[in-house]
């Protein structure tokens, strides 16, 4: 991902929702069904929910789902979506630049899904690290990145992409009070822009924090 020296990411993003994705698959990542399936609803919070795909997907799974993201474009999108599709109730949205804060209260599963961006400087691990503060015992983290870029982009893109090893660096996540359930560079099939069928991968950190 090439890095923007903008210092408004809000701006960035504004822009990014507004001209270039503007519209959504509607369906939830290769990851969070992955690794989501299986766990018991709780409350879920997931950081940079674009549209709200995996925010709605939870809801529908009952889950209380609150998804964040600092486009209040997105976020009205999302908030439409989950109108249409009577979930409003559970899933909710709100737009915040996560670097002033995040909401207060425990969180049973924390997503965080390719939360990278190439509006500079961007204090990810501060924000993983305070996300990964409200998961209760019991309760999981879950954070993917790209781990390589698409072969259709190869070349192109610059900088560096997260490794197991930088994402456990950036968490800080003590191993006294977390398991590590996935911590791994993951493939998934993906469709590149002609239509071709692709390998994709993805650095996962699936962590489960332990019961008192």
């Known amino acids: 991902m ?6 408004d990411p809000q701006g960035w993003w504004e822009d990014f929702y507004r001209t270039r994705r503007t519209s959504t698959s509607g369906r939830p990542s ?3 069904l992955r690794f989501a399936t299986g766990l018991a609803p709780g409350r879920a ?16 799974r009952g889950w209380e789902a609150l998804g964040l993201d600092i486009s209040p474009t997105a976020v009205g999108r999302a908030e439409a979506r989950a109108a249409e599709a009577g979930l409003a109730g559970r899933a909710r949205f ?18 965080a899904l390719y939360f990278q961006s190439p509006v500079t400087p961007f204090p990810r691990a501060q924000i ?5 503060a409200l998961v209760p015992p019991g309760g999981h983290l879950l ?3 790209h781990a390589a870029p698409p ?8 900088g560096d992409f997260p490794t197991v090893e930088s994402e456990r660096a950036d968490l800080a996540a ?3 009070l977390w398991d590590e359930v996935v911590a791994d560079v993951v493939a998934r099939p993906g469709t590149g822009p002609e239509g071709e069928a692709a390998e994709l991968l993805d650095t996962v950190l699936f962590l489960k924090r332990r019961s008192a």
């Not at 090439?2 to 210092?7: G, K």
């Open 174 to 176: 003590d191993p006294a």
């Open 128 to 132: 993983l690290r305070a996300a990964a």
């Open 30 to 32: 290769a990851m969070m």
């Open 45 to 60: 919070l997931d950081l940079g929910a674009s549209h709200g795909d995996d925010v709605l997907w939870l809801a529908a």
């Open 2 to 7: 090439t890095e923007d020296q903008t210092l």
């Open 94 to 111: 709100e737009a915040r630049d996560l670097e002033a804060g995040l909401p207060e209260g425990r969180f049973d599963l924390v997503t």
């Open 143 to 145: 954070v993917v990145a």
């Open 151 to 158: 072969p259709w982009a190869s070349g192109k893109h610059g």
